[in-house]
């Protein structure tokens, strides 16, 4: 990841982070999602976001959610490097091997070097 990628990821980290203290869910969720995307490539980065929707789905006691992620936190460390579906939002509700579009703000950051 380089410099811009990893500030991104990081403030949508801190984004979650802040509307999960303030028990805004839905908000901290998108945010996870985002982090997802621009980290899925790193282990220390992937697993946290998936870690981070763990705990969302437990507060919303979303059992499929927290299900998927406690199988998504355990591929995370393992494919990380080997594979990931490049644009999956890393939610339970994606199938977790399929690639999607990449926003295109995203985009950028994850095509600069």
Do not use: C
Not at 32 to 37: G, P, Q, T, V, W
Not at 86 to 106: F, I, Y
């Amino acid at each position: 990841m380089h410099d811009r990628q990893r500030r991104a990821f990081y403030a949508a980290m801190e984004a979650a982070r802040r509307a999960y203290a303030r028990q805004e869910w839905d908000r901290a969720f998108v945010q996870l999602e985002r982090a997802h995307i621009l980290g899925q490539r790193r282990v220390g980065a992937h697993t946290l976001s998936h870690w981070w929707m763990l705990k969302v789905g437990w507060q919303r006691r979303d059992g499929r959610e927290i299900r998927g992620q406690v199988l998504r936190l355990l591929a995370a460390l393992v494919m990380s490097r080997l594979w990931v579906p490049v644009g999956n939002t890393g939610g339970a509700n994606v199938n977790p091997l399929q690639s999607m579009p990449v926003p295109d703000a995203l985009r950028v950051l994850m095509e600069e070097q």
